[in-house]
C-alpha cells in the first residue's frame, strides 16, 4: 500500500525566506507525483505535475523536484511572501490497481510578514 | 466545462435529513473522485468512476452514502440520515482515464454542516 508523508507538518518563516517542502512516498511505481495548494475551507489548486519521467518542473517562485527511485520530491519556494500562506500538499498516481491517488497531510506553511 | 463544479458551496442540514451533493467534471475527463475532509485532517478517499466501469466503493464509511455518476458526467453523492461527524468539507476531482500521464483537477468544494 503507497504511503506519502510530508515533512515538515507545519512551517512559519519570515517572509523573503527560501524554502523545502518534502514529501516522500513508498511505491515509485506512480505516472506522476502533482503538487497542491490549499486555502482553509477552500478546495485544492495544482502547483506542479510532474511525470514519472521528468526530474523537475519550474513555475514563477516554485520548482519541483522528483527522485523516483528514492521515493522523494521536494517543493521548493523561492523569496517567500505572505500570500503563499496556505497548506500544501502531494499526491502520487499509481500505474495499476484502480488508479486512485494517495495524497501525503500536508504541510501548512504561514509566511508573516 | 472549463473547471470542476461543486454544488452547492455550503450545506446546513438537520440530523437525520438526507443530503445530496453535486460535482461536475472538467469535460472529457473519464475519471472523477471523490474525497472527504474533516476539519484539520487529510483528504480522506470516498469513491472513484471510471468511464462506465463499475465504481470502486471501497471508501466510504458506511452504506448510507453512496454516489452515482450519470452518463459518465455529472456525479452525485447522497448521505441518507446525516449525523453529525458526517460534518466535513467534500471535494470533488477529475481527470483523464486511466492509463494517461494527465493530473488531476479539483473542485471548490462543499462545505456540509450537520446539527
Known amino acids: 500500500k503507497q504511503e506519502v508523508t510530508q515533512i515538515p507538518a507545519a512551517l512559519s518563516v519570515p517572509e523573503g525566506e527560501n524554502l523545502v517542502l518534502n514529501c516522500s512516498f513508498t511505491?515509485?511505481?506512480?505516472?506522476?507525483l502533482q503538487w497542491f495548494r490549499q486555502d482553509p475551507g477552500k478546495g485544492l489548486t495544482s502547483l506542479l505535475l510532474i511525470q514519472s519521467s521528468q526530474r523537475e518542473q519550474t513555475s514563477g517562485r516554485l520548482n519541483a523536484s522528483l527522485d523516483k527511485s528514492s521515493g522523494r520530491s521536494t517543493l521548493y519556494i523561492a523569496a517567500s511572501q505572505p500570500g503563499d500562506s496556505a497548506t500544501y500538499l502531494c499526491a502520487v498516481r499509481p500505474t495499476g490497481g484502480s488508479y486512485i491517488p494517495t495524497f501525503g497531510r500536508g504541510t501548512s506553511l504561514i509566511v508573516h510578514p | 466545462g472549463a473547471g470542476v463544479s461543486q454544488s452547492p458551496s455550503n450545506k446546513v442540514t438537520e440530523k437525520g435529513k438526507d443530503v445530496e451533493l453535486r460535482c461536475d467534471p472538467i469535460s472529457g475527463h473519464t475519471a472523477l473522485y471523490w474525497y472527504r475532509q474533516s476539519l484539520g485532517q487529510g483528504l480522506e478517499f470516498l469513491i472513484y468512476?471510471?468511464?462506465?466501469?463499475?465504481?470502486?466503493k471501497s471508501g466510504l464509511p458506511s452504506d448510507r452514502f453512496s454516489a452515482e455518476r450519470t452518463g459518465g458526467s455529472v456525479s452525485t453523492l447522497t448521505i441518507q440520515r446525516t449525523q453529525q461527524e458526517d460534518s466535513a468539507v467534500y471535494l470533488c476531482?477529475?481527470?483523464?482515464?486511466?492509463?494517461?500521464?494527465?493530473?488531476?483537477?479539483f473542485g471548490s468544494g462543499t462545505r456540509l454542516t450537520v446539527v
Open positions: 511505491d515509485s511505481a506512480i505516472y506522476n
Open positions: 468512476f471510471q468511464g462506465n466501469s463499475a465504481p470502486d
Open positions: 476531482a477529475s481527470s483523464l482515464g486511466t492509463g494517461t500521464v494527465g493530473g488531476y483537477t
